[in-house]
């Protein structure tokens, strides 16, 4: 499969096989991580005024952006730390 850049899925088309069973349509999510960092969700616990504790995610905060990437205008996914901190090279 080509690489055509971020974006939030992929699809794969396999074709039927022998057993007879007929094509499928495979979906790659893409992964909540930074392109430059790779920073990813962490797990951390909710704790309510009346101490229930649940599990809940923290999620990095990711912006799609146009980036200057090996001479070339690509979007990819970065967090904003990345792009405050001047990894990025965005693109006119």
Known sequence: MADRGPG?????????????????LLLKIMAKRCEICDKGPV??????????VRPRRFEPN????????????RRIRVCTRCIRSGKVIKAA
């Open 62 to 73: 990711l912006q799609t952006v146009r980036a200057v990437i090996n001479g070339g205008v």
């Open 8 to 24: 939030w899925y992929d699809a794969v088309f396999v074709p039927g096989r022998a057993d007879g069973t007929g094509p499928v």
């Open 43 to 52: 797990v951390g616990r909710t704790i309510s005024h009346a101490h229930n």
